[in-house]
């Protein structure tokens, strides 16, 4: 398989980079094929703004959606931007490593979902209709590929449970997992998180490897977290709300999931 | 009062510029003090690294967290910075205004955060013994203050409702509102946010004006979210899970408010 590993973290000498290596000559071991997008040493551009337009009218107003777009559909995006594109559609698997730093991802990374996602690429389009509400959350440009997040806590385990003070991993990882992989059509695996990470020593080290070369020795097996597809039945359209009959006890994040 | 506004979007012939012009122009009639940090006019710095430490000696490995907090106690953090932390401690309020893009802020403000938020200055201090796990979550640097978030989003209303498709707005924003805000000590006022923005007329644009005038008039009246604090007696500790009998009925995110 293709397995793209798209990671930040600033310090080549630091857990996440220890655990990227590994990641990579495990899966290689394997006979996969991996690229890896080390966002920090490609001195990723965080920003999204009129540059990555190459043909962009510097005379005329910016709008980030729509020129993207434009430039998407007429081959002007920035040269670093159409490669992360190609990369991901070259992909079976993409594995998003990062630390947790403020409760979602690195700003660099952010960045990399807002500049790589061009509209026409990963959201905007696809029939839209009274059954069909465009080709997202579940239908899209990546859909066939699995994506699953390898992340680094400092804090404790109990504090990220269903009513520790952090609020519970799944919740704080929802609009990553629902809002930029699920959207345009990604499978998503439940993550691999680690925990207060700062006290990691050798032994606990290997058995973390142990554990995360079994997430990846079944990327292809593991069930993806069951997202209501939003065209295949549960969501009125267009109000897109979960119709009565589904989870009808539930609201919030959770009632996305067929539990059933 | 110091109101300091933290905007971020590209395009000055955007509605946002247009709301954020607005904005400054109805407090500073009302009489208070407003700087602006306007993330891209400064061309803000997104991506935290070592060179946000101006003495770090470039033969050592550069650890984020621990990094930061040498150069903010020793004076040596990139000036940027400092100057960010001078605003942010010179405000009474401080208003975050972005366009929701990826279901959450643009990195650019993402990176505001975690290279103006260093150890020591919005976390990692504060006694730690059985009744109290630092000064967080309700106490800390800007205890006494109040933030609010001014948020712009391009899908419907519905679609971010209890049981729409994206989420509840209300939990979108927990992890800015109460990871990123509540727990350096703000006060977090409900959020002002618009839906389909693309398709904002003359009269809605009026009427929003309104709308945020309205809560900037009562920045000091409106109730802000009850969040409970972390170490007034609402949390186990060291586990920090909410006790037994605190919205026993409850987990996630909702579960952290105190709606007695």
């Not at 952010?110 to 696809?126: P, S």
């Not at 465009?134 to 440009?141: A, F, S």
């Not at 959207?183 to 998180?193: D, H, K, R, S, W």
């Not at 597809?229 to 006890?249: C, H, M, R, V």
Request: aromatic fraction near 14%.
């Amino acid at each position: 398989m293709n397995i793209l590993i798209v990671y930040a973290h600033p310090e080549p000498q630091s857990l996440n980079h220890a655990l990227k290596v590994q990641m990579i000559d495990h899966l290689r071991a394997a006979g996969h094929s991996v690229q890896v997008s080390d966002l920090y040493e490609m001195d990723w551009k965080a920003v999204l703004d009129r540059h990555d337009m190459m043909s962009k009218d510097p005379s005329e107003p910016f709008d980030p959606s729509l020129d993207s777009k434009h430039a998407y559909e007429s081959g002007t995006q920035s040269i670093d931007i159409a490669k992360e594109q190609e990369k991901s559609l070259w992909a079976d698997h993409v594995i998003f490593q990062f630390p947790l730093w403020w409760f979602s991802m690195p700003a660099i990374m952010k960045g990399w979902f807002e500049r790589v996602y061009a509209y026409g690429f990963a959201y905007g389009y696809g029939e839209h209709s009274d059954t069909h509400w465009g080709d997202r959350y579940g239908e899209g440009r990546f859909s066939g590929k699995r994506a699953m997040l390898v992340v680094t806590a400092g804090g404790w385990e109990p504090h990220y449970s269903a009513r520790g003070v952090n609020g519970p991993i799944d919740d704080i990882l929802f609009p990553i997992h629902h809002g930029m992989l699920f959207y345009p059509g990604f499978q998503v695996l439940p993550p691999y998180v680690m925990y207060r990470v700062g006290k990691m020593d050798e032994a606990r080290f290997q058995q973390t490897c142990t554990e995360l070369f079994a997430r990846l020795d079944s990327l292809e097996t593991t069930d993806p977290i069951p997202y209501f597809t939003q065209n295949g039945g549960a969501y009125d359209i267009p109000s897109l709300t979960l119709k009565s009959d589904i989870n009808p006890q539930l609201s919030g994040f959770s009632a996305h999931m067929d539990e059933r």
